[in-house]
Structures are given as C-alpha cells and as structure tokens.
C-alpha cells in the first residue's frame, strides 16, 4: 500500500501519538492527526490539550546514569517535541524531571496546531484507516468500536491491568506547621512538602487505611495492578510496614521539630509552576472519595486538605505485542499499520514518547519507500524498549518502565566499590554514541528527501 496517500495518518494526540506526528511533519511529510478531544473524552483525560499527563505530573529520574533519565536525553538530543515541552514547563522536583501539568499541554498543543503539515481532525476514529500509512496512538484507554477493530487483529486476544492516579491538594490547605519543605538527602533543595508521623500517627492511619471502603472498579476482583502504580490500600494489606518502605519511607529526611528521622513520611510533590497544586507522591488509590478525605486527612498535616483531584483508577489494555509487532512497532500481518505508545506494552510517559518517536521515525521511510540506514538497537534505551515489545520469545508479557537491564550487556566486568555507577555511565556513553549516530543519518536524510 505504500505511498497510496500524500500523508501518514495519526490516531491519537497523546504524548505518542503527538511525538509521532511532529517527527515525520520534521521530515517533510503531511500528517493527518485524528483526535477525539474536545468532543469526547477518557473518564481519565479532563482539558482539551493534546499531551494530557493524566496521573503523576513527574516523568520521573533525570540522571543519565538512570534508564529512564537516559532515554529522556536520548531523545532531548533527537530533537523530540515532547522533552522540548517539558524541559520548558519544568518545576522542582529535586532529582527527578517535574512538569507543570497545563503548561507542558499547552506547549505540545500550541506546537502542533501552528505546524503547516499537520492537519488536525477532531473526530472518534471507529475503524482502523485504511487510506494510508497509519499509527495507532489511542493509549491504554481505547474502548468503543475501535477497540474491537483492533481486538479482531489480535484473533480476540487483549491484555490488561489496572492504572491509577494520586490525589492532588492546594497548597494552602496544607498545615505547613507539621508539614516542613525538603528533598531526600538534601538533594533538589527544599522541592518536596513533607508530611512526617510518629508511630501511633502512622499505625492510625494505617488501621483506617486498610479497612478503608473502596470504590468499585469492574473488572478488579483479580487485582492486576501494575506495580508502578499500585494503590496505596493494596500496598498497606500486604503488611503493616510495606509502605513504610514505599512510598511513606522516611529515609534521607530530618524533620527540623526533632532534629530526627520521621518513623514514616509522606512527600507531596509540586503539580504546577505557581506552587499552588502539590500531588501525593505515591498515593494512587481507589478509595471512594470521602474515603480519600476522611483518611488521608489523618496523615498530619492534612487534615484540612482541599482536593484539586481526587484519586482515581480505571483500566489499561495493551496487545499481546510480542505476537504482534515488529521491532519498528509496525503489525507483522500489515507493515503499514503501526502502534504506539502505552497500547503497545511500554509504561510510563517517557517509554510511551519513544514509541511515538521511533513508530513516526520506521513509518516515514515507509512512506518514503526506503530502508533505514540506521537501525534503534538494544545499545540505546528507546531501542531495548522496541526490542522488549516485540520478542517473540518473552514467555510472560507484562508492561515494562524503560530500566538497564532489557539493555545489551557490555562483555567486560566492572568491578570495585563504583562499579555498578562506572557501568552506567558506560551504558550512557555508548548509548549517546548511537544517538550522535542517528543525528548525522537523520540530518543527512533531510537533506536528500
């Protein structure tokens, strides 16, 4: 089918899909961008913005010697919108990347729709577009008629889990009284609000917590969570001290009334660039509303809290990808058809944006009718992530945050107190080799299309 159409379709204006779209509009092709919003939206999604960060406001590690802090630079220095945009909405988040929620959105939307080579169709795709090259980009949450097209092409085979997100307060609800700003060891500056408890605090809250009532999910009596995002109710019934070394883990945290280490913390994370929204870190839940009030008001500090956003769950399906795509994210049954991000099997906003990347970057040498002279290999984050979804050998699959060990090991030993910290830096290393790789074919290939 290829070159049937002038344009390259795009299913989907999340971080993926609208990564995907920017590359190949950087490349010289018109796109066609089909998004539902604003005339329909997920339960989860809430604003009209295309890039929508629906949970966490954090895309987590920003150091290199990090998987996920690596494939960020991987694709900063590929030129990839969405770093752009986040890199210009950041916020503190001591060693993590922070984003305020509205304007990352804002940047992402406003890039798109001023781009002359992207044609945005605000509709619901219901069946798969068959006009043209094409990329699904519809997320976890795809439901509806489209949902069933796309199931028909896995023989009715689908995946799931369940997703949630933590709730956020305004900063002016919190009793900074018993709350005091840090970051764990001192690093960041003062970037997190912490909410410490003693003992009896903590085992108070740990009693009403697991007894707690929940809202009903369908679907969740078999409890397949995704461990990044389990709720915090399911992680305190696995033993009363389980979250004390999670997410309410007091370590690296001096409270300045004792000059000592809390018995167990919990950190709330800043959601925008005003300061005024600050998110539970961790706190992803499914308890009902009043629920998520009356309990978590327990937690010192929080007891007045006013909810910009309450807790929510809901669920996430994802294709037997290994079945199913080749390690360019193209359907080994129709090389035309792509997916990509968290459908495909990798979770998070970052893995999802590399998907979006690479399935934009394998589809425009479709439609140019040529073969990539450079391959994304193991040797590079985005390229592992690729390679995961798409083996065939994977017995068990389950959705994958981007981490160093689906990366090509190196052959020689690293040994010493610093090895484990010489061995990712030599990851790193060799990894941005290839991207500097990728820079010089890409800029090269602009030039002779």
Same mark, same amino acid.
């Given at each position: 089918m290829?070159n049937?159409a002038?344009?390259?379709?795009v299913?989907g204006?999340?971080l993926?899909? /609208?990564?995907a779209?920017w590359l190949?509009? /950087?490349?010289?092709i018109?796109v066609?961008l089909?998004?539902m919003?604003?005339?329909?939206k997920?339960?989860?999604h809430? /604003?009209?913005?295309?890039?929508?960060?629906v949970?966490?406001?954090? &895309?987590? !590690?920003?150091s290199?010697?990090?998987?996920i802090?690596?494939l960020?630079e @991987?694709?900063r220095?590929m030129?990839?919108?969405?770093m752009?945009?986040a890199?210009a909405s950041e916020?503190?988040?001591g060693?993590?990347?922070a984003? +305020?929620r509205d304007?990352?959105s804002?940047y992402?939307?406003?890039?798109?729709?001023?781009?002359?080579?992207?044609?945005?169709?605000?509709e @619901?795709?219901k069946?798969?577009?068959?006009? !043209?090259?094409?990329?699904?980009a519809t997320?976890p949450?795809?439901?509806?008629?489209?949902f069933?097209?796309?199931?028909?092409?896995?023989?009715g085979?689908? &995946?799931?889990f369940? +997703?949630?997100?933590a709730?956020?307060?305004?900063?002016?609800?919190i009793?900074?009284s018993?709350?005091?700003?840090a970051?764990?060891? %001192? *690093? %960041? %500056?003062?970037?997190?609000?912490?909410?410490?408890?003693n003992?009896?605090?903590?085992l108070?809250f740990?009693?009403?917590l697991?007894?707690?009532?929940?809202?009903?999910?369908?679907?969740?009596?078999?409890?397949?969570v995704? @461990? %990044?995002?389990?709720p915090?109710?399911t992680?305190?019934k696995?033993?009363?001290d389980?979250?004390r070394?999670?997410p309410?883990k007091?370590?690296?945290?001096?409270?300045p009334r004792t000059?000592?280490e809390?018995?167990?913390?919990?950190?709330?994370?800043?959601?925008?660039r005003?300061?005024?929204?600050?998110?539970?870190?961790?706190?992803? #839940?499914?308890?009902k509303w009043?629920?998520?009030k009356?309990?978590f008001?327990l937690?010192?500090g929080?007891?007045n809290? @006013?909810?910009?956003r309450?807790?929510?769950?809901h669920?996430?399906?994802?294709?037997?990808?290994?079945?199913?795509?080749?390690? +360019?994210?193209?359907?080994?049954c129709?090389p035309? &058809?792509?997916?990509?991000?968290?459908i495909?099997?990798?979770?998070?906003?970052?893995?999802s944006?590399?998907?979006?990347?690479?399935?934009?970057y394998?589809a425009?040498?479709r439609?140019?009718n040529i073969?990539?002279k450079?391959?994304? +290999?193991?040797? #590079?984050v985005?390229?592992?992530?690729a390679?995961y979804?798409?083996d065939?050998?994977?017995k068990?699959?389950v959705?994958m945050?981007?981490?160093?060990?689906?990366?090509k090991p190196?052959?020689?030993?690293?040994?010493g107190?610093t090895?484990k910290?010489?061995?990712c830096?030599?990851?790193?290393?060799r990894?941005?080799?290839?991207?500097e790789?990728?820079?010089?074919?890409?800029?090269s290939? *602009?030039e002779?299309?």
């Amino acid at each position: 089918m290829q070159n049937k159409a002038d344009y390259v379709n795009v299913v989907g204006a999340g971080l993926a899909g /609208s990564e995907a779209a920017w590359l190949l509009a /950087s490349m010289g092709i018109n796109v066609h961008l089909y998004e539902m919003k604003p005339n329909k939206k997920s339960d989860a999604h809430k /604003s009209d913005g295309f890039a929508e960060l629906v949970g966490s406001n954090s &895309l987590r !590690a920003a150091s290199i010697e990090n998987a996920i802090g690596l494939l960020k630079e @991987e694709l900063r220095r590929m030129g990839s919108l969405i770093m752009e945009a986040a890199d210009a909405s950041e916020v503190p988040a001591g060693g993590a990347l922070a984003v +305020d929620r509205d304007e990352f959105s804002s940047y992402v939307t406003n890039k798109i729709k001023s781009c002359p080579r992207i044609t945005i169709i605000s509709e @619901e795709i219901k069946k798969i577009p068959t006009d !043209a090259i094409t990329i699904i980009a519809t997320g976890p949450l795809t439901d509806g008629e489209l949902f069933d097209e796309i199931l028909k092409l896995c023989d009715g085979k689908d &995946l799931h889990f369940f +997703d949630a997100a933590a709730p956020i307060v305004t900063y002016d609800s919190i009793d900074m009284s018993k709350a005091f700003a840090a970051s764990r060891y %001192g *690093k %960041g %500056g003062d970037d997190y609000i912490n909410c410490p408890m003693n003992k009896e605090e903590y085992l108070r809250f740990y009693n009403e917590l697991i007894k707690a009532e929940q809202a009903e999910v369908k679907g969740f009596d078999k409890e397949i969570v995704f @461990e %990044g995002c389990m709720p915090i109710e399911t992680m305190a019934k696995r033993g009363e001290d389980t979250m004390r070394f999670g997410p309410l883990k007091p370590v690296g945290l001096i409270d300045p009334r004792t000059n000592e280490e809390p018995y167990a913390c919990l950190q709330l994370r800043q959601d925008n660039r005003a300061k005024s929204m600050f998110n539970l870190v961790g706190f992803q #839940t499914r308890l009902k509303w009043p629920e998520q009030k009356r309990v978590f008001g327990l937690i010192p500090g929080l007891e007045n809290a @006013e909810y910009y956003r309450m807790g929510v769950m809901h669920r996430n399906t994802y294709l037997r990808s290994p079945e199913l795509l080749n390690d +360019d994210y193209s359907m080994r049954c129709n090389p035309d &058809l792509f997916f990509a991000g968290q459908i495909t099997g990798v979770e998070g906003y970052i893995e999802s944006t590399g998907s979006g990347f690479l399935a934009g970057y394998y589809a425009a040498h479709r439609f140019f009718n040529i073969e990539p002279k450079y391959h994304f +290999d193991s040797e #590079t984050v985005i390229g592992a992530m690729a390679q995961y979804v798409s083996d065939s050998n994977v017995k068990k699959f389950v959705p994958m945050n981007a981490n160093l060990g689906i990366i090509k090991p190196f052959d020689i030993k690293f040994k010493g107190k610093t090895a484990k910290k010489d061995k990712c830096i030599a990851v790193a290393n060799r990894s941005l080799k290839r991207i500097e790789e990728y820079c010089e074919y890409i800029t090269s290939l *602009k030039e002779n299309i």
